[in-house]
């Protein structure tokens, strides 16, 4: 990276988001969250309303994401959300955020996910099951 920088060229950083701020600019209309994960990944359990194009489709499929507001990346952790963001950097788009901790924080974050009782991976949650 020093030597990237000392040849001039420019450094590029993606922006993150909190779980709780991405619930607040998502309940405002204020971005869009998308969620980067395997196709099973989603249907296993993702954010309320969120949509899925996994990270590796995204390339061909630039020309269905909105540019006229933030775009929220999310995955489990947060690893495959931030390469996402760099893969559509790279393509031009810059209004992209990466969501910290991805789905792993957002359910810490005691925020809503569907179906409803189910954890990350499928496994039904100790509250739902109590």
Request: one cysteine or more; hydrophobic letters at 45%; proline letters at 6%.
């Amino acid at each position: 990276i020093e030597a990237w920088s000392r040849a001039g060229r420019e450094l590029a950083t993606v922006a993150q988001t909190t779980p709780a701020e991405a619930a607040r600019m998502l309940a405002r209309g204020e971005a869009t969250v998308l969620d980067v994960r395997g196709r099973s990944e989603w249907q296993e359990s993702h954010i309320p309303g969120v949509a899925n194009i996994p990270v590796g489709h995204l390339a061909g499929r630039i020309a269905e994401l909105p540019t006229e507001q933030p775009l929220v990346l999310q995955c489990r952790t947060g690893a495959r959300s931030a390469i996402a963001a760099s893969v559509l950097m790279a393509r031009g788009m810059t209004n992209v955020v990466n969501l910290v901790g991805g789905l792993v924080a957002w359910r810490q974050a005691g925020l809503p996910v569907e179906p409803p009782g189910f954890g990350i991976g499928g496994a039904q949650s100790v509250a739902a099951a109590a």
